[in-house]
């Protein structure tokens, strides 16, 4: 079945660092547009990152510049490097796979920037 399984989520201080795994299994990871979304309470779900089938990336503009995302399509796995955190990063954070009209999401995982 597919599947896709976030991890790297935790808590951390403004200013530091944190690696999102996605590992996805159960589809054809290569030819799907795989991206980051996250939901802070009180809020809507929105977009952080993307990147397609040939690497082609975009960022939310909250997060240019400090976020990268990236795929190794040989592990079907995609990265969300996530530094100089702020404290309005904080959110569960979901791997979402698509292609054709179709959508897969993970379960989230937490992210919590604080002092």
């Known amino acids: 079945q597919v599947q896709l399984v976030e991890s790297g989520g935790g808590l951390v201080q403004p200013g530091g660092s944190l690696r999102l795994s996605c590992a996805a299994s159960?589809?054809?990871?290569?030819?799907?547009?795989m991206g980051w979304y996250r939901q802070a309470p009180g809020k809507q779900r929105e977009s952080v990152a993307t990147?397609?089938?040939?690497?082609?990336?975009s960022y939310a503009d909250s997060v240019k510049g400090r976020f990268t995302i990236s795929r190794d399509n040989a592990k079907s796995t995609v990265l969300l490097q996530m530094n100089s955190l702020k404290p309005e990063d904080t959110a569960v954070y979901y791997c979402?796979?698509?292609?054709?009209?179709?959508?897969?999401w993970g379960q989230g995982t937490q992210v919590t920037v604080s002092s």
């Open positions: 979402a796979a698509a292609r054709g009209g179709r959508t897969y």
């Open positions: 159960g589809f054809v990871f290569s030819i799907f547009t």
């Open positions: 990147i397609s089938s040939g690497d082609s990336t």
